[in-house]
């Protein structure tokens, strides 16, 4: 069972003093005026270079979100900054929106990241804990939770109890295929089992039927029309599901915002798979160093017989190889392919904090949740107690 922080009583602490709060003389500063975040940029971006941080904690990433259409979903800013000088040597990249009721803390971007965490200059460990305690100080939440950490980040490998962060129940599994085993791509297509190219074989006889069948990597103006129409599928498929995503809820301008960046920054690689000059599937990807990351993809649904979205999986995996890449990520999820292909797997952890009562009963309420599934299963073994608590409400 979770153990909880006992809340004190009396009013929260007011903001930190704008003066030294940070080890080493550091200037702590909370930042919510979006105004502001476009200013940031160059400070934000070398202290990238310094921390070698991925795309999804860089300021392109973390703008693009924002002015993609967060402020309309409900978020607001809440950036944890150290300054030494005028140099930017700390960010906690935080908002906050409501959710059933509750003012929640997390990672700014988080519905459309995979990997979050803090970051530091090189050697400045010593401000996590400020920058924790100005943003906790600051207020304006309920309940933290800061999920998606990856073994070893940041967060992880600080003392919680100082930070008064405990961990969450819910986890996440991110799968990746690391390529050091081949040294071309013919040489992986050739690792399929007999199974697995005889279907890479007769998904290509299927498309072939509709015309020449091509997969390459998009540039320049071919690039928009290919990511709408990999919207346009995706929003197809997830009406035929019945499930949603943040990043497909709207008119488009969110995914369209996030892949300008990505292309500005360079890292943007979109591939298509085609069929008589028709598109089949669409790739969209993030280079990163020597990992390709699998950002999304969709297919054409008219086309599901031929797999062109596994299809598609397979000759970028081919192309990676070849051009150099060490790794492909799928990023978060469960899909059967993700499973059938990858080779690694990390379990991304989750932290969490009760700022107040409210935040506190939320938390315990969440960790009764698998003691009151595991009791129903256990009494549903009893005919004379299923029907009764079949009755009682689930949260």
Known sequence: MMAFPR??????????????????????????DPDRLAALGPAWRALETQAGAGTFQSHDWIS??????????????HLALAWDGD????????????RHGLRVLEWAAKDVSDYCDALLAPSRGDLILPLWRAARAQGGFDVAYLSHLRPGGVLECLDRDRLRLWPGRRSTIASALRLGAWSSGAGFMQSLTAGERQNYRRSRKILAQGGPVQFRVLQGAELWPAVERLRQMKLDWLRRTG??????SDDGTMLRSLTTALEARGCLRVF????????????LCIA???????????YEQSL??????????????????????????????????KQRLANTYLRLGTLVHAR????????????????????????????????AFSRVPRT
């Open 7 to 32: 809340l004190r009583a009396g009013r929260a602490a007011a903001s930190p003093p704008a003066g030294p709060a940070g080890g080493g003389g550091a200037l702590i500063e909370i930042l919510r």
């Open 64 to 77: 693009a979100w924002w002015h993609g259409g967060a402020a309309r979903s409900g978020f607001r800013l």
């Open 87 to 98: 140099e930017l040597v700390g960010v906690l990249p935080l908002a906050v929106r409501r």
């Open 243 to 248: 499930l949603a995503s943040p990043l497909f």
């Open 272 to 283: 298509v798979l085609e069929a008589g000059g028709s598109i089949a599937a669409v790739l």
């Open 288 to 298: 990163e160093g020597g990992r390709l990351l699998g950002l999304n993809r969709a």
């Open 304 to 337: 599901h017989r031929a797999s062109p979205g596994t299809l598609a999986l397979i000759e970028k995996i081919s192309w990676a190889i070849d051009h150099g890449f060490t790794e492909v990520d799928f990023l978060c999820g469960d899909e059967a392919y």
């Open 356 to 387: 107040t009562p409210l935040g506190l009963a939320a938390l315990a309420s969440d960790a009764c949740i698998p003691v009151m599934a595991r009791l129903r299963a256990r009494l549903g073994a009893f005919p004379g107690f299923s029907v």
